[in-house]
């Protein structure tokens, strides 16, 4: 497929913003910033979109964002839709939690591995006008008030200075913007490695759950097997020593740990590796013109598939902040909600993954029979695997301080069934109309009618209501836009 343009050259000098980092976050960023006519540059330092699957789930909530920037049709399309998760003990279902009646017009997991994620994010940018600069590697950086100049090495290995009011470290968990900012990245790194592979599974395979990503739990620790895009599955567990897993490895840990019914055979290991899971968060997410975004700003464990969606929900937080702070439409404070919004929710993902991964990896026999028991008897309890499906598909994720009675609350997300969604423009929902209408466009606003609406809403163009009751009056509404943005400290 052809991503965006590649140009080695000339990589300019200033810009409002400097993205450093091309995988799905800073792709992400950047192609919000196209689509917002947002002057920026994107870097990497790597020649192309990374081989390989890594990030294999897309979560309904980046879908619903992705959506906003034209992403979201050609993935579904090109993935494949895993109905929700299982935690097993052998054979036994102990919870299942389904996607389906989700609200939300995407629920299910789409299963598409995270480097045609980034394919399409590359193209899709390429199409609003966006570039990646590749074989540029961010080195240091230093004061440029308001900004910064940052140091690049170019393909050529020659220095270039690029002056930026902003810039945004998307450049993983070794990320250099980080360090340069002496923005601390605390937490943990955990002793014991965990062997991954994608494999082609052979005679056997029908004991394996076909639509669901199933934790298997064993005293032997736990087993992820998960299907994949183009009929493969991911298998995921302890690793027994630091080389990548054989066939014969993964055939051993599903006979150990996973479904005792059936011989199952690998057919063929598409790729392998271990890995040693991170948990950690960087103390601020914003320090004055620097912002760190997805990998840079966080990390945990990849089982639960969130790492990816959480970072590109970052991108999606910051990207409107961004044009709206340049543009002149809100004050410079506005940026400080970045980090007021998303370092929370960053925190509240490690700890979820990390309780977690200590749960499903009891060794204790005795310890695990019991968890087994409280796992099998609060699957059975109404709304427990709701509140985890919620959870793991991101949906109830949101940056709400109003008490919960049912309806939209500010600073919560609106489902997509209640007021669509208008690219990255602000949206004012108003009652009325029979059925749903294509938006009215006023400048950052459109002006949609809804059926059934209470009340006018006004709703972020990242989805999250901004306020609730507002004049119906699209041209008061941009009036008083400012009295709508996220800018106290308390909310
Ligand atoms: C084995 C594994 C499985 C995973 N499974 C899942 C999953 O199922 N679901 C999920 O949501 N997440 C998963 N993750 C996590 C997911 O892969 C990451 O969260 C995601 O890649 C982070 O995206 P990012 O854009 O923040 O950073 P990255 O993907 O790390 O991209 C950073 C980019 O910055 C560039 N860069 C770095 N330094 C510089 C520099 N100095 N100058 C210029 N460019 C630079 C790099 O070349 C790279 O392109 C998994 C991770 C692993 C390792």
């Known amino acids: 497929m052809a991503s965006a343009p590649d140009i080695p050259d000339p990589l300019p000098t200033r810009t409002d913003v ?230 014969d490895d993964v055939e051993m840990m599903l006979a150990d740990r996973g479904p005792r019914t059936g011989d199952i055979r690998v057919k063929e290991v598409v790729t392998a590796s271990t890995y040693r899971v991170q948990e950690r968060v960087a103390e601020r997410f914003r320090d004055g013109p620097v912002f760190l975004v997805g990998d840079a700003a966080h990390t945990h464990s990849p089982a639960g598939g969130q790492g990816m969606n959480a970072g590109i929900q970052d991108a999606g937080n910051l990207a409107w902040k961004l044009h709206a702070v340049l543009t002149g439409l809100a004050p410079c404070e506005l940026l400080d909600s970045y980090h007021r919004e998303r370092h929370p929710i960053a925190a509240g993902l490690v700890a979820f993954t990390s309780q977690f991964a200590k749960l499903a990896n009891v060794r204790d026999p005795l310890a695990g029979g019991l968890r087994n028991r409280v796992l099998a008897a609060a699957g059975a309890v109404p709304g427990f695997a709701g509140w985890i499906t919620a959870k793991l598909s991101q949906l109830d994720l949101g940056y709400s301080q109003e008490p919960d009675h049912g309806a939209p609350r500010v600073g919560g997300r609106v489902p997509p069934r209640l007021v669509p969604s208008a690219g990255l423009r602000w949206t004012l929902a108003l009652p009325g109309g029979e059925v749903p209408e294509p938006p009215t466009e006023h400048g950052v606003l459109a002006v949609r009618h809804v059926p059934g609406l209470g009340t006018p809403l006004l709703v972020r163009p990242d989805g999250y209501l901004a306020a609730h009751g507002v004049p119906a009056a699209s041209a008061v509404v941009l009036d008083r836009l400012s009295q709508y943005l996220p800018l106290n400290p308390t909310r």
């Not at 990646?132 to 100049?149: C, I, K, Q, S």
């Open 18 to 247: 400097l993205i450093v980092g091309a995988g799905p976050a800073g792709l992400t960023l950047a192609a919000g910033l196209s689509q917002l006519g947002v002057d920026h540059v994107l870097i990497d330092r790597g020649s192309m979109v990374r081989p390989g699957s890594k990030a294999a789930a897309v979560q309904p909530r980046t879908l619903e964002y992705l959506e906003r920037i034209g992403v979201s049709a050609r993935l579904v399309q090109a993935g494949a839709q895993g109905r929700g998760f299982r935690l097993h003990d052998c054979e036994d279902t102990l919870l299942t939690a389904t996607y389906e009646g989700l609200d939300t017009p995407y629920p299910y997991v789409l299963l598409i591995s995270q480097q045609t994620t980034e394919e399409h994010l590359a193209r899709r940018l390429g199409e609003l006008g966006g570039v990646v600069h590749r074989d540029h590697t961010f080195l240091e950086m230093a004061p440029d008030f308001p900004g910064v100049t940052a140091t690049i090495a170019g393909p050529d290995g020659v220095l270039r200075a690029l002056s930026a009011r902003y810039v945004v470290g998307c450049d993983g968990v070794h990320s250099a913007v980080r360090t340069a900012a002496g923005i601390g990245f605390p937490g943990q790194a955990h002793e014991q490695l965990f062997a991954i592979a994608d494999v082609r599974l052979g005679p056997g395979t029908d004991a394996v759950p076909k639509e669901d990503t199933t934790f298997f739990l064993s005293p032997d620790g736990m087993l992820l097997v998960s299907p994949l895009a183009g009929g493969q599955h991911r298998i995921v567990g302890r690793a027994s020593g630091p080389a990548a897993p054989t066939a």
